[in-house]
């Protein structure tokens, strides 16, 4: 008699129900460790935190999937007005802050994990977080590190991190070209969540070189204030910086 295991063209595992249950558990848990990446929102309107990414295929597999999935994921990103709707792993999940954001949604954002930070339940609690290029560069307007000619760089980056207690990456997503673009190209950019978008959130790539505009200037500006903070602060978390792109 023929099988799954005899035919390399299954296209389904047929003998995993007859698997111990400890060892299907085991393959739902480590399917809920995929990476996503989830495009964080937030309405001003409806004053609600929404993404563009669905409900973890784990989630709506079945009833023992779900049971699983249940143990890594959580609802998260609740505000006064709405309660929490996006399920969010946070040692696996990258949150992304977008080109689809609005400059007063980010300032919002920053200010409301700021306010929140204490009270957070550490399933809330963003690790990793990815930032696309025009609000990470330092050098340009819109960074939530404000350009240095301001003078306020090194207290933007202690309230950001105040914002991200427990950040573990911060993530500097370069445009395609690692340059920065002109002003033409605007539309084109705000396609760019577009093209890459998975089920599993926007592709993002590690960078293979750190050859990008504006990254080593940042890069320094951002480090120097942290390795200050930790001589003052040896107990708080400080997060490595890691240079991605778009793609797969």
């Known amino acids: 008699m023929s099988s799954s295991l005899d035919d390399p063209q299954s296209p389904t595992f ?62 998260s990103f609740g505000s006064a007005k709405s309660p929490p709707r996006t399920y969010f792993n946070p040692i696996s999940d990258i949150v992304y802050f977008g080109l689809r954001l609005y400059d007063n949604e980010v300032d919002f954002m920053l200010r409301f994990f700021r306010r929140h930070a204490d009270s957070l339940e550490d399933e809330d ?64 950019d705000k396609e760019v969540e577009g093209r890459w978008e998975t089920n599993a959130g926007v592709s993002l790539v590690k960078r293979q070189t750190d050859l990008a505009a504006g990254f080593q200037l940042t890069q320094e500006a951002v480090m120097s204030t942290f390795e200050s903070r930790k001589k003052e602060f040896p107990d708080e978390m400080f997060p490595d910086i890691t240079l991605m792109e778009y793609g797969v």
């Not at 129900?17 to 060892?23: A, D, G, Q, S, V």
């Not at 990476?35 to 669905?54: A, C, G, H, K, V």
């Not at 340009?140 to 933007?156: D, I, M, N, Q, T």
Request: hydrophobic fraction near 40%.
């Open 125 to 188: 609690q963003i690790q990793r977080l990815a930032l696309t290029e025009h609000l990470w560069r330092i050098d340009l307007e819109g960074s939530v590190f404000a350009p240095p000619r301001s003078g306020r760089a090194e207290k933007k980056i202690v309230k950001f991190h105040q914002s991200f207690p427990h950040l573990k990456e911060l993530i500097f997503v370069a445009g395609q070209d690692g340059c920065e673009n002109d002003e033409e190209d605007d539309d084109e």
């Open 14 to 75: 047929t003998a995993f129900p007859l698997l111990p249950i400890e060892l299907r558990f085991k393959v739902w848990e480590n399917a809920s460790m995929t990476t996503r990446t989830l495009e964080l929102i937030y309405s001003m309107d409806n004053q609600r935190f929404w993404t563009f990414q669905p409900v973890p295929a784990v989630l709506h597999t079945c009833r023992e999937a779900r049971r699983a999935g249940n143990r890594i994921y959580s609802l």
